[in-house]
């Protein structure tokens, strides 16, 4: 097989003359088969080819000997040194052996000269070199003015493309060209440009001329664009060396000249403003040392230097920090208080903590002997996270303690965080490397000892990236965040003057050890009487001045309000009834802009009823008088806790004939499946003191339902309301619909205490309920319930099932 590529002509000196003559050759039925390897010959071109594979030179020797025409057809794997006949394209060229010259190493150089395209039939032998039957297959070649001037732009093209490419021997193919033959044109052209073989026998393929004018005119287009667009990068690339180079010499004459003058240049000036500050920042000796480090390798960069920018930025973060800045606290504990009242109502727990908090703080600073350590330094305390339901003023609350206090504020959102970097710091080795939102805090604020709120930490998440929750650990412990190592610092900075404070809507999701850092203050959710004080006095006068109108202009009685709050919203804190009272404002105010352009005059009091309630807001949202209707027995209402405070649960029990089955529904928890498990129990071992058949559990089955499937529940306090439910079903006793329940049961019949009473009492109060029945245990957490809220319902401490089914059902069981 040949080893060929297009190469330079035969040296004029030890070469044959023609061996062929081109203009008699007649095309043969059979010709012997020459495979090329990565080479496409065309017809109507000269090509020089290296012959050294011997059953090659064979073929040559026979060919020229008998004056025979030679087949040239590419093979398809030009890996392949010996092809057979299916590794071989079925076009190629027939061609004339023009010039021969052996070589001392036998092999052989020839210029052949193709003649027709042709294509194989079938193959006559393989031994000792292919022979195939063959027919011409000429090309059609279309003529007219379109063709002609097709040829004269793929000549003006192809000399342009020469000009950038040297392999292309311009002189040379300059009366070729010129031809007048467009056929002859396209193959010499095909033949210099750079083709891959697929691209080169799929030219050879295409059968009009037309297709392979457009071809060829495509891929030279395409080359030139790429040769332009190199040679722009090329020029951009030298523009900016010589740019540089530019700068370089202007600024060695401006330091020259700046010398000449005695004046320094902008980097020493920049140096010598980084020491002024240094001196003033009161830097701890490690800082300081880093510092002086960094700055001395400042000194030594050149400004255009990329790792100059990352030390400058490095030294404006370090000294930057309030290394000695504080602010004065105020531990006026009546100033406290009264800033506290003017932005809270209620919340009377919260705020007597945070006034022990300032009270210990101002006589620890009065009295010496209550320094603790060596080095005199105070012990800060707890820190405190403000738990509580969306809405009740968790993160407004933070902000007025730092008022109170005279601190300066700054609040740090950690929901969805799942870097450990955002709290620590990036490490200098990355590119865009910054210090975490700590440090980030302290230079927002400018002071040593702000506030700072970590908000949401409940919903911290985690990933490869690392655990944020891990991070706060030594953040938040007061006996180690006297020298929190920032990564991007690398330098301790003393956060034991910070005073934290987290905020969170429910403690679970809070890992272990990080919780153990925390003193929990949980925030109820308000009452009616407090949502409409704090509407009145809070959120009614800043939605009307977000929506322009004056207090004169509407008017809120508190029996609106009261309508709003039960009918409206139906939520633990404000939020929601605050956007509700924005809306109705909204109106009043589109009403006031419309009569103005219409030159009407407004009222001058626009009156809120609760009638006109739906036409601001559409019809009621919640039902509360729903509540009183008449339940069928098997019905019993609970209370449960949630992140959003207390609410309600519905618990409905049926029954069907069949077998001791248990089916329950709603979505619930392994915990409260084992309370449905431990009520029916307790119902099915007091079935003869209830007045229920014995044979009623071997001919039954139940199914216990809890409404909003969609809703996941679990916990154990809805123990007592599912054994109330079971008991109502089976005696055919109603639950009197204004009774809400919350307990644990055991199997013997206890009613066990449960977490979050408050909430629970305040969303039966708000849900219109008269009776709470709720575990003995729990009777001590009353006192943390508001006083008319107290007066308004019935509260029912019970310790066994005994007396819930005594209050509930009107009977008592035995045990």
């Known amino acids: 097989m040949s080893q060929n590529q297009p190469s330079s002509p035969l040296p004029e000196n030890n070469q044959t003359e023609a061996l062929f003559d081109v203009e008699s050759a007649v095309l043969p039925a059979t010709l012997p088969i020459l495979p090329l390897r990565g080479l496409v010959v065309y ?31 590419a093979s398809t794997d030009p890996e392949q040194t010996a092809p057979g006949p299916n590794e071989i394209f079925d076009v190629g060229v027939a061609t004339a052996v023009h010039r021969l010259l052996r070589q001392p190493d036998g092999t052989i150089r020839l210029m052949v000269h193709g003649l027709h395209r042709v294509r194989i039939k079938e193959y006559v032998r393989t031994e000792p070199y292919l022979e195939a039957r063959i027919e011409p297959w000429p090309e059609t070649v279309e003529t007219g003015s379109e063709i002609e001037a097709m040829a004269h732009h793929l000549a003006e093209m192809f000399l342009q493309l020469a000009e950038f490419v040297p392999s292309i021997p ?38 009009s001329l037309r297709d392979k004018l457009e071809f060829l005119l495509a891929h030279i287009g395409r080359e030139l664009e790429k040769i332009e667009v190199s040679r722009q990068i090329r020029s951009k690339a030298v523009s900016h060396i010589e740019q540089s180079q530019r700068e370089f010499f202007l600024r060695e004459q401006l330091k020259t000249i700046q010398r000449e003058l005695g004046e320094e240049d902008e980097r020493q000036v920049e140096i010598r403003l980084f020491q002024q500050k240094m001196a003033a920042a009161n830097l701890p000796e490690e800082a300081k040392a880093e510092a002086e480090r960094e700055l001395n390798r400042l000194a030594k960069l050149p400004i255009a230097a990329a790792e100059y920018s990352v030390v400058r930025s490095y030294l404006e973060w370090l000294i930057g920090l309030p290394w000695g800045k504080t602010t004065l606290d105020n531990l006026d504990l009546y100033h406290a208080r009264r800033v506290l009242d003017e932005a809270h109502h209620g919340l009377e727990e919260i705020k007597e903590r945070i006034i022990e908090y300032l009270a210990v703080r ?82 927002q604020t400018d002071s040593k000892n702000p506030v700072i709120m970590l908000d949401e930490i409940d919903k911290l998440g985690n990933d490869f990236r690392g655990d944020p929750a891990s991070a706060l650990l030594e953040l938040l412990d007061p006996e180690q965040n006297n020298a929190f190592r920032d990564h991007y610092l690398d330098v301790p900075f003393d956060l034991s003057d910070v005073l934290f404070i987290a905020t969170a809507n429910y403690l679970d999701p809070i890992p272990g050890p990080l919780r153990d850092r925390l003193e929990i203050l949980p925030l109820a959710g308000y009452t009616e009487r407090e949502k409409i004080s704090i509407a009145q006095t809070h959120l009614l006068p800043r939605q009307l001045r977000e ?75 919640h039902q509360p008088e729903t509540l009183n209707r008449a339940q069928p027995p098997g019905i019993a209402t609970g209370l449960a806790w949630t992140s959003m405070g207390g609410t309600l649960i519905f618990v409905e029990a049926t029954k069907m004939p069949g077998h001791k089955g248990l089916i329950i529904t709603g979505q619930l928890g392994d915990v409260m499946k084992e309370s449905v498990q431990a009520a029916l129990s307790y119902i099915r071992s007091q079935a003869t003191a209830l007045g229920i058949s014995p044979d009623f559990f071997n001919n039954h089955d139940l199914h216990i339902h809890v409404p909003a499937g969609a809703i996941p529940k679990d916990g154990p306090s809805a123990g007592i309301t599912i054994a109330v439910a079971l008991a109502s079903l089976l005696t055919g006793r109603p639950v009197p619909s204004d009774l809400g329940m919350t307990g644990e049961i055991t199997l013997r019949g206890q009613v066990m205490p449960i977490g979050g009473l408050k909430e629970k009492v305040l969303a039966a109060h708000r849900f219109g309920l008269k009776t709470v029945l709720f575990p003995q245990r729990n009777e001590p957490e009353l006192v943390q319930i508001p006083s008319d809220i107290l007066q308004q319902l019935t509260l029912v401490p019970a310790d066994n099932m005994s007396q819930v089914l005594e209050v509930a059902l009107d009977v008592k069981p035995h045990g």
Do not use: W
């Open 547 to 621: 929506n322009g109108l004056r207090p004169t202009e509407i008017k809120f009685t508190d029996g609106v309000m009261s309508q709003l709050i039960l009918s409206y919203t139906q939520e633990a804190g404000v939020r929601e009834l605050d956007r509700t009272i924005g809306r109705i404002c909204r109106k009043v105010a589109t009403a006031i802009a419309h009569n103005l352009e219409n030159g009407q005059l407004s009222p001058q009091t626009t009156p809120i009823a609760v009638a006109d309630l739906p036409t601001y807001l559409g019809p009621a949202k």
């Open 170 to 207: 311009v002189p040379l193919l300059a009366t070729t060209l010129n031809a007048d033959n467009p056929l002859q044109l396209a193959y010499t052209v095909a033949t210099y440009i750079r083709l891959d073989l697929d691209k080169s026998q799929e030219f050879l393929v295409r059968q």
């Open 43 to 73: 017809p109507l071109t000269a090509v020089p080819l290296n012959i050294g594979q011997p059953r090659s030179v064979r073929l040559i020797d026979d060919a020229v000997d008998d004056d025979r025409l030679i087949g040239l057809f």
């Open 362 to 443: 101002r006589l620890r600073q009065q009295r010496s002997r209550y320094q603790s350590g060596e080095n005199g330094r105070f012990s800060h305390g707890s820190i405190l996270c403000l738990s509580g339901p969306p809405g009740v003023g968790k993160t407004s609350l933070g902000q007025s303690i730092a008022k109170a206090m005279d601190r300066k504020f700054a609040r740090i959102a950690l929901g969805g965080m799942r870097d450990e970097a955002e709290i620590r710091g990036h490490r200098r080795t990355y590119i865009g490397a910054l210090p975490g939102r700590i440090i980030q805090a302290l230079r």
